[in-house]
């Protein structure tokens, strides 16, 4: 794979509305023979043929990394850090066998995957999404839907991408062609705690490992932590307004100025600006101060939060939404 080096050329600097900065590499699905030298983008990422890709992960060396799928637009970008280092054209599933949306986490990784579903067969690169078949994987792009639900991708963008993932990773696959934006917090999280009486569960014992995450319920006031697909602990919520709109966030990073957010589109919502919703519409929340101090020791870059305007109970959140635990069924 041909990539931009250090000099004149890769200082050239190129932002499109996909906020996609300096030299990525044009790839195509035949791999680095047939591929041309790396161009600028003006951002108009949309008129990649199939089977192209960008890539440019010197824009952002080290940090958590966060896949974003449009099925509307056929198209997938790796973030690391809230960066984009990468877009790729895809092929995800027909009619027929609809590419699930929500947010997902990478459960297993096999550079020699076969199906056991489909015949043996080659899944190259493959990460797994569901323990029922979906999974990104290497394979054919002929320019539309194709797969059985599957996403899939170029084969040397599908080899880029499996080497800087890990087991856990936020992935979000959505109708929607928004893209992510950055943000302080998740509102939900940042009101002050409060000194509630009502008690709250505590156990990381559960569950001592793997990715986090943590879902709000607007209608039951109540907030789960859930690790490897485990409740490690729950607390009621003190909500300053009613959630107006199901929110979901990863944290990118912590250092000495804080907590650094991704706001992500979500399955047919419209991405608001950076600045998110007004104050007076957005859902703060309180936390009693004995599980705030606990939460913040579980949350570590990767976190996903979850804020619904639905219940929690068994009747499920009733929004095409899913959150995969880490753990085979």
Same mark, same amino acid.
């Given at each position: 794979?041909?990539?931009?080096?250090?000099?004149?050329?890769?200082?050239?600097?190129?932002?499109?509305?996909?906020?996609?900065?300096?030299?990525?590499?044009?790839?195509?699905?035949?791999?680095?023979?047939?591929?041309?030298?790396?161009?600028?983008?003006?951002?108009?990422?949309?008129?990649?043929?199939?089977?192209?890709?960008?890539?440019?992960?010197?824009?952002?060396?080290?940090?958590?990394?966060?896949?974003?799928?449009?099925?509307?637009?056929?198209?997938?970008?790796?973030?690391?850090?809230?960066?984009?280092?990468?877009?790729?054209?895809? @092929?995800?599933?027909?009619?027929?066998?609809?590419?699930?949306?929500?947010?997902?986490?990478?459960?297993?990784?096999?550079?020699?995957?076969?199906?056991?579903?489909?015949?043996?067969?080659?899944?190259?690169?493959?990460?797994?999404?569901?323990?029922?078949?979906?999974?990104?994987?290497?394979?054919?792009?002929?320019?539309?839907?194709?797969?059985?639900?599957?996403?899939?991708?170029?084969?040397?963008?599908?080899?880029?991408?499996?080497?800087?993932?890990?087991?856990?990773?936020?992935?979000?696959?959505?109708?929607?062609?928004?893209?992510?934006?950055?943000?302080?917090?998740?509102?939900?999280?940042?009101?002050?705690?409060?000194?509630?009486?009502?008690?709250?569960?505590?156990?990381?014992?559960?569950?001592?490992?793997?990715?986090?995450?943590?879902?709000?319920?607007?209608?039951?006031?109540?907030?789960?932590?859930?690790?490897?697909?485990?409740?490690?602990?729950?607390?009621?919520?003190?909500?300053?307004?009613?959630?107006?709109?199901?929110?979901?966030?990863?944290?990118?990073?912590?250092?000495?100025?804080?907590?650094?957010?991704?706001?992500?589109?979500?399955?047919?919502?419209?991405?608001?600006?950076?600045?998110?919703?007004?104050?007076?519409?957005?859902?703060?929340?309180?936390?009693? @101060?004995?599980?705030?101090?606990?939460?913040?020791?579980?949350?570590?870059?990767?976190?996903?939060?979850?804020?619904?305007?639905?219940?929690?109970?068994?009747?499920?959140?009733?929004?095409?939404?899913?959150?995969?635990?880490?753990?085979?069924?």
């Amino acid at each position: 794979m041909t990539m931009a080096r250090d000099g004149s050329a890769a200082t050239r600097r190129a932002m499109g509305k996909w906020g996609v900065i300096a030299l990525l590499a044009l790839g195509t699905a035949t791999g680095a023979a047939g591929q041309s030298a790396p161009i600028e983008v003006d951002g108009q990422v949309e008129h990649l043929k199939p089977g192209e890709y960008l890539w440019a992960p010197q824009i952002a060396p080290e940090g958590p990394v966060t896949i974003i799928v449009s099925l509307r637009l056929q198209r997938a970008y790796a973030y690391r850090n809230g960066v984009v280092i990468g877009v790729s054209t895809v @092929s995800t599933g027909t009619a027929g066998h609809r590419t699930p949306t929500g947010i997902f986490t990478i459960l297993q990784k096999d550079i020699d995957h076969v199906s056991n579903i489909y015949s043996d067969a080659p899944m190259p690169f493959m990460q797994r999404l569901t323990w029922g078949g979906i999974a990104l994987h290497a394979g054919n792009l002929p320019g539309y839907p194709a797969s059985h639900g599957c996403v899939r991708l170029p084969v040397e963008f599908a080899k880029l991408l499996y080497g800087v993932t890990r087991l856990g990773m936020t992935v979000v696959i959505t109708e929607a062609s928004a893209v992510p934006v950055i943000v302080p917090a998740p509102p939900a999280l940042t009101g002050e705690p409060e000194d509630a009486t009502a008690g709250y569960d505590w156990h990381p014992d559960r569950s001592e490992a793997g990715p986090v995450s943590i879902v709000i319920s607007g209608r039951d006031r109540r907030l789960v932590v859930l690790r490897n697909g485990i409740e490690i602990g729950s607390t009621g919520i003190l909500l300053d307004n009613a959630v107006p709109v199901t929110e979901a966030y990863t944290l990118q990073s912590i250092d000495a100025a804080g907590q650094h957010w991704l706001r992500l589109p979500l399955p047919g919502q419209i991405m608001p600006s950076a600045a998110g919703l007004s104050t007076g519409e957005e859902a703060t929340g309180h936390l009693p @101060s004995g599980f705030s101090v606990l939460l913040a020791t579980v949350l570590v870059p990767g976190t996903t939060v979850l804020v619904t305007r639905d219940t929690l109970k068994a009747a499920g959140m009733g929004q095409p939404l899913t959150v995969i635990a880490a753990d085979r069924p």
